[in-house]
């Protein structure tokens, strides 16, 4: 959907999870397994999408991504997953 924004969660290759933002999960999912996606993930290289959710727009989306960053790893898929009140 047009001027949609997603936090996605990644996870790579050693068990660790990656949050991010973008309007094109795929493509960015693309990037990061080509080594062309965050620092990160070029070190920690991505398995597959976890889970994503979108947003109206991106200042939505970065403050989730920060919120995601904040919980604990076994917390971070739950969150995500969780319906919209």
């Known amino acids: ?7 996605y969660l ?3 290759r050693d068990g660790s999870y990656y949050a991010g933002i973008t309007t094109d999960v ?4 693309l990037a990061h ?4 996606g965050a620092r ?3 070190a ?8 994503s959710r979108p947003y109206a727009d991106r200042s939505a ?3 989730a991504e920060w919120q995601i960053k904040q919980l604990p790893r076994e917390r ?7 319906t919209e009140d």
């Open 1 to 7: 959907m047009k001027g949609l924004w997603f936090l």
């Open 33 to 36: 397994a080509a080594g062309k």
């Open 61 to 63: 989306a970065s403050r």
């Open 26 to 29: 795929d493509a960015r999912f």
């Open 10 to 12: 990644l996870e790579c």
């Open 40 to 42: 990160y993930t070029r």
């Open 76 to 82: 971070k898929l739950a969150w995500l997953e969780r």
């Open 44 to 51: 920690h290289p991505p398995l597959r999408v976890l889970a």
